[in-house]
Nanobody, 114 residues
Framework: QVQFVESGGGLVQPGGSLRLSCVAS????????MGWYRQAPGNQRELVAS???????NYADSGKGRFTISRDNAKNTVYLQMNNLKPEDTAVYYC????????WGQGTLVTVSS
């Protein structure tokens, strides 16, 4: 089973930027669509961005124009560049497949606060 390790979170002020990374323990080439998810306290986990092997991307309305997802299959890594962060972006961020999820990693905490 592929496992994921997310990193890059932290405390950032509103308007700031972060780049999250997700390294898989195995190849992600066979995973057609990879996604970044987030879960805020008291909320369900939600998909915020996805990318196919062909590079097609899709974003939830909450991240459109601010988030950019990318993947490097050679490095088994998926990235999420987040700009103009808002307090409502505060959550634990996870990566996983979209059509079928694998075991969830620990996630990386993003806190947007002044």
């Amino acid at each position: 089973q592929v496992q994921f390790v997310e990193s890059g979170g932290g405390l950032v002020q509103p308007g700031g930027s972060l780049r999250l990374s997700c390294v898989a323990s195995g190849s992600i080439f066979g995973i057609y669509a990879m996604g970044w998810y987030r879960q805020a306290p008291g909320n369900q986990r939600e998909l915020v961005a996805s990318i196919t092997n062909g590079g097609s991307t899709n974003y939830a309305d909450s991240g459109k124009g601010r988030f950019t997802i990318s993947r490097d299959n050679a490095k088994n890594t998926v990235y999420l560049q987040m700009n103009n962060l808002k307090p409502e972006d505060t959550a634990v961020y996870y990566c996983n497949g979209v059509a079928r999820t694998r075991p969830w990693g620990q996630g990386t905490l993003v806190t947007v606060s002044s």
